[in-house]
């Protein structure tokens, strides 16, 4: 319980290979545990690629925000042609 819990699989799913566990033989219980890994594991790929994406872009930010020279005038962010932060 404790490692499909570590392998984040969901409760729901924890329930299911716990029941599987003592109805199935070890061919029946490994087989459906597999499918489960491997789901998981294409949902912490796809995780790690949003993460990389969010990565990127951040850094974008952080280096436009680090660079910028502010101006000679104060200005209103939102009305700034500078801030490029800023999305209608």
């Known amino acids: 319980m404790r490692r499909a819990k570590m392998l984040g ?4 799913e924890i329930k ?3 029941e599987l566990a003592f109805d199935v033989s070890c061919e ?6 597999l499918l ?6 294409a949902d912490v790929q796809q995780s790690m ?3 990389k994406g969010l990565q990127e872009e951040l850094t974008r930010v952080r280096a436009t925000l ?3 020279d ?5 200005c209103c962010a939102s009305e ?9």
């Open 66 to 68: 680090a660079t910028r």
């Open 16 to 18: 299911e290979v716990a």
């Open 80 to 88: 700034c042609e500078q801030c490029r932060f800023i999305d209608d």
């Open 70 to 74: 502010g101006g000679a005038e104060p």
């Open 49 to 51: 690629e949003e993460l």
């Open 36 to 41: 489960l890994v491997d789901q998981r594991l």
């Open 9 to 12: 699989l969901s409760l729901h």
């Open 28 to 33: 029946g219980f490994e087989e459906r545990l």
